[in-house]
């Protein structure tokens, strides 16, 4: 492999991009060099595999085995797949390869929206017919309809192409399964369902927009002890997890369009917010400040996120309590601000929502502070949650929690996650997942003021 940084990108079941990851799971089979190094024989795709006989019994079914034999070439699709992580959206990274008599002979990727698809991309890179018998593996089902580029379904069957292995269905309502039924009228041996999990988890933003007719998907991060505390009662805070687990929050950060953070976060932090990858350009993503009252126009010393080369990458959240005033003096600035109605000095975030939806901005990933956090929650506004954990415990009531603001009586009123990946970084921990809120979800009142 050449030293594209994508190779840093996330092995395998992980998806979250870290070379570090050797999560202890059993779906963890991490593409390390040994499992790339293609074995011809058992990849060979074997006819015989696919044509139960009754003679054999392991080839009864279209079993376990039969799938796990195109893995190791699916795993190479998803590698491929994530070079371009995060400069797609709001299309979904898609990798694609071709084997010939298992061998690749050639590999190919979605680079950014609206440009070629992968397939396209592999076909072209290919440079001539595919002999016959032939397989192409693609990450995502082809697309079946002509958007700005043609079908792929198309180019597979113009190309002739024998044989599509699939991993995950696009959940695009365009295409859903029409893709597949393109291709087997077309005469096309289809195998669906390769590394499923994998290809589907590599698009969380994209299968976001589709399942929400385009709403973006709001994420949140907190690092955190076991007894999920992110500051003890002094507010110290830097830091509770190692140098692993904030490598990998750097690579979510490319990932997502946009990061977001409160007001009070901006003030005791001054973070930079820009996504710093070893071998890479330093990345900036939508900067966006919660800040109901502009408080953090009001310093003397303005916070960086205002004043340094990325300004016009920074938006500032806030509502008509914020006073025309600062919001003059941030747009004189380059700062975009974003006034948006609300009854209180909070924000409205299902308005935020909406405002990003319009923006197009595909997924916003909230990295606190924790009232910011809670706030989401509250509203039900946080889709998909990260939580680091360091082996560290304060014990200390007067801890800073990474979660508050909800009155959970009972064990059926509380916030969980589905589809759910642990990942170990060194010696802290990242469960992640897609959050699930109960049906009565009841908010604390008296959790915080009025901001
Ligand atoms: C594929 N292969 O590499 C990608 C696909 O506007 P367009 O023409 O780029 O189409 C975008 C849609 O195509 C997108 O919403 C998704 O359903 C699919 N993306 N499909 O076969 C690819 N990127
Ligand atoms: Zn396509």
Same mark, same amino acid.
């Given at each position: 492999m050449d030293s594209d940084k994508a190779n840093l990108a996330p092995d395998k079941d992980s998806l *979250?991009? $870290?070379?570090?990851n050797l999560a202890p @799971?059993?779906? $963890? =089979? %991490?593409? @390390?060099k040994d499992s790339l190094a293609l074995d011809k024989d058992s990849l060979v795709p074997d006819k015989d595999n696919f &044509?139960? $006989?009754? %003679?054999?019994k392991a080839n009864l079914a279209p079993n376990k085995d039969n799938l796990a034999q195109h893995e190791p070439f699916m795993r190479r699709a998803l590698e491929l797949a994530r070079k371009a992580w995060g400069r797609t959206h709001p299309n979904p990274m898609v990798g694609a390869l071709i084997v010939e008599d298992g061998e690749i002979v050639a590999e190919g990727f979605h &680079?950014?929206?609206?440009e070629a698809h992968a397939e396209r991309v592999t076909l072209d890179a290919l440079g001539r017919k595919p002999k016959p018998g032939a397989t192409l593996y693609v990450t995502l089902e082809p697309c079946s309809t002509h958007g700005r580029t043609g079908a792929c379904c198309d180019a597979i069957r113009e190309a002739g192409l024998a044989r599509v292995v699939a991993g995950a269905?696009? #959940?695009n309502p365009a295409h859903a399964g029409r893709g597949f039924d393109r291709l087997r009228e077309a005469g096309i041996k289809v195998i669906t369902g390769v590394l499923e999990r994998d290809c589907a988890g590599l698009n969380l933003i994209f299968n976001h927009a589709m399942c929400t007719g385009g709403g973006p998907l709001i994420a949140a991060k907190s690092a955190m002890t076991?007894?999920?505390?992110? &500051?003890?009662? *002094? %507010?110290?805070?830097?830091?509770?997890?190692?140098p692993p687990a904030r490598a990998d929050v750097m690579r979510w950060r490319r990932l997502f369009p946009a990061i977001a953070i409160g007001a009070g976060t901006l003030l005791a932090d001054n973070p930079r917010l820009t996504s710093r990858i070893e071998g890479e350009a330093e990345w900036c993503p939508w900067r966006i400040v919660f800040d109901g009252l502009l408080r953090?126009?009001? +310093?003397? $010393?303005? #916070?960086?996120?205002?004043?340094?080369? /990325?300004?016009?990458r920074t938006i500032v959240v806030t509502t008509p309590h914020g006073g025309l005033g600062y919001m003059r003096k941030l747009r004189e600035m380059g700062v975009r601000v974003w006034c948006m109605e609300s009854p209180?000095?909070? @924000?409205?975030l299902g308005g935020f929502r909406k405002k990003c939806a319009e923006e197009k901005i595909t997924g916003v990933f909230v990295e606190g502070g924790a009232q910011l956090i809670s706030e989401f929650l509250q509203e039900r506004q946080i889709d998909y949650l990260f939580a680091y954990t360091a +082996?560290? =415990? /304060? *014990?200390?009531?007067r801890g800073k929690s990474a979660y508050s603001g909800l009155r959970t009586?009972?064990?059926?009123q509380a916030v969980r996650l589905a589809d759910v990946r642990h990942e170990s970084l060194g010696d802290d921990f990242l469960v992640r997942g897609r959050v699930v809120y109960p049906e009565k979800l009841q908010v604390d009142e008296t959790a915080f003021g009025l901001r």
């Open positions: *979250a991009p $870290n070379k570090d @799971n059993k779906d $963890n =089979l %991490a593409p @390390n &044509a139960p $006989n009754k %003679a054999d &680079a950014r929206d609206g269905t696009d #959940p076991l007894d999920g505390k992110i &500051a003890t009662r *002094a %507010a110290e805070s830097k830091w509770i997890t190692g953090t126009v009001m +310093p003397r $010393n303005l #916070p960086s996120l205002y004043t340094d080369e /990325f300004r016009d209180t000095q909070r @924000n409205s +082996p560290m =415990l /304060f *014990a200390d009531g009586e009972h064990l059926t």
